[in-house]
């Protein structure tokens, strides 16, 4: 299994510029780069929010008395303010400081310092300790978990999308877990103070109290499920528009050039639609839940005047008791509509973290072993050993029994039409996917029984559509290789041919040459300047085991042959498995393997295989180098 710790790496500058020797005391109770060994993070969303909280339980139980001091605070002062008009009724200016200073100065104290206290400790508690600290531990551990995922899992979903329910995850467990034990718990406290009080004075006042509370939480029970299902469609909807639109932006290009008929703008359209119609949804439930609490309050506040006034009437209820009972229920009808809200909230954000995990807590198809150890350097021994794969889509496999033997220092390429398998044995080769039966092996060793990650250490690849990531032109070339200097660098690029466009290079913030950055994907570069970066990436790698899908298909013939030279002189030594639809490139290899739907149907050097003129390697052959002639006499 792979461990989840720590990374090793220190966090960002503008995160070391947080630092100060006094915050910090206080916001240093959380560590937001903590981790755990727990592969899978919990699949139902109250043991995911409980499993976080748990690895912050000191600031929020904290958090939790404070909450309870905030409300017991505010029926407090209410209750001064009854006991204050009663004082002031039977004193008389003369004697009010000697009969009652004492009094009046704890009521002055729970005013400007306790009250103070609280609130301060509240808001540093919540803004400082948790809400930082706390949301990026969970984006952290969500985003550790994501990026463990098989590649298949990021084909099947959008990119914007996945990263959008990261991002939601650490701010809906925070506010759930903070709106409980602050706010709501603050409420409750409020709500059980003022009926003891107003039980004191009147038990049926209590008792309308009581009534009230239990109304108010039949409302909430019987829409929560109703706001629940509606608050997850919502934010499943949300995630749904964004990743649509994070598609299209990503791939505005190809947009541009085939959207003729505004297909996007339909897409769009309906996407915001069923957004709309969600929030539309979401907010009648709202609107239901409002119009019960007002009607609710409004009959509770009624019935509790009639009583108060009927008791100063008959001279059981002072003047002073009839302002704190008055206060207590005005202040208990502003807190119900506010906390019906952020109990809105809470369910909205409970609905996102089960929208959530869905994504984040999903248990990976492809895993390490317990304890599997890392592979050590290789020669480049590959076998493929009776192996099945088809995508998982059924019976009759891709590949059904695929043996292939390729020897250390090989150089073998990969021929056939379109959907034949070539790219899918190299995706088996670097286990991105994983095979249904029989066994992959390198040197001797099974790729399952070794981590991913030393596995794909042995691998340099340049695919057909190399991606680059928005950094320097720098960073993208070190990608993969540990600690190279800035010569091991620019000696890459210049075999690559990449040294002159990069030092030209300039993005628009004003970085130039090799601090420029080069766009999402690469797309500020070029196809044949993307390619020879990952061409220089691989160079710099300098693995054992070299794969070219394509790798020169971008390049135009000169720059080819200024590479093809510093291309051979990597492959020197390394086992090389190469794919290329122009069978010119690879005629040279060692061996030539050709496949036919999942089969190896020829296998064999370029002349040996020409000599079979009915072998599927001499038509292709025939198709293009016949194209190249018949091109070449139109011409002439």
Known sequence: ?????????????????????????????????????????PQNAWQFIAYFARQARGPFIVLLLVGGLVGAVDAALYWGVGWLIDILDSSTPATLLADHGWELAGLLSLLLIVRALVMVGAALIEQQVIVPRFYTMVRWQSFRRVIEQPYAFFQDDFAGRIATKIAQAGESVGD??????????????????????????????GVVVAVWGLGYGAVVRYLLPRLRAAGKNNANERSVLNGRLVDIFTNILTVKLFDTGRREHGDVKQAMGNYLGAVTHLTRMITLVRT????????????????????????????????????????????SGWMMFNINGLIRAFSTVQDAIETISVEPVIRDRPDAPDMAPVSGHIRFEDVRFNYGKGDIGLFDGLDLDIKPGEKVGLVGP?????????????????????????????????????????????????????????????YGAADPTRAMIEAAAKKAKAHDFILDARDPKGRSGY?????????????????????????????????????????DSEIEAAIQDN???????????????????????????????????????????????????????TRQSGGFLSFAEAAE
Request: aromatic share 6%; proline share 3%.
């Open 1 to 41: 299994m792979a461990r989840y710790g720590s990374t090793g790496q220190d966090p960002d500058p503008a995160y070391r510029r947080t630092e100060h020797p006094v915050w910090n005391r206080v916001e240093r109770f959380i560590e937001p780069f903590g981790d755990t060994d727990r592969e899978v993070l």
């Open 176 to 205: 759930f877990i903070i709106t409980s034990l602050q706010s709501l718990w603050s409420f409750l406290t409020f709500i059980a103070l003022t009926f003891i009080v107003l039980s004191t004075l009147d038990w049926r006042m």
């Open 292 to 335: 019960s609490v007002a009607v609710l309050n409004g009959l509770m506040m009624s019935a509790v005047a009639v009583l108060a006034v009927s008791g100063w009437m008959a001279g059981t209820i002072s003047t002073g008791a009839i302002a704190a009972t008055m206060g207590l229920v005005f202040r208990l009808n502003q807190m």
């Open 418 to 478: 379109s959907g034949a398998g070539k790219s899918t044995i190299v995706s088996l080769m670097l286990r991105l996917f994983e095979p249904e039966t029989g066994r992959i092996a390198i040197d001797g060793t099974d790729i399952a029984s070794v981590t991913q990650t030393s596995l794909r250490r042995q691998f340099g690849v340049v695919s057909q559509e190399p991606s680059l990531l928005h950094r320097s032109l720098r960073d993208n070339i070190a």
């Open 515 to 555: 601090d420029a950055h080069v766009g999402e994907r690469g797309i500020k570069l070029s196809g044949g300047q993307r390619q020879r970066v990952a061409i220089a990436r691989v160079m710099l790698k300098d693995a054992p085991i070299l794969i070219l899908d394509e790798a020169t298909s971008a390049l």
């Open 567 to 621: 291309l051979a002189t990597l492959m020197d030594g390394k086992t090389v498995i190469a794919i290329a639809h122009r069978l010119s490139t690879i005629a040279a290899m060692d061996r030539l393997v050709v496949l036919d739907n999942g089969r190896i149907v020829q296998t064999g050097r370029h002349d040996e295989l020409l000599r079979d003129k009915g072998g599927l390697y001499a038509r292709m052959w």
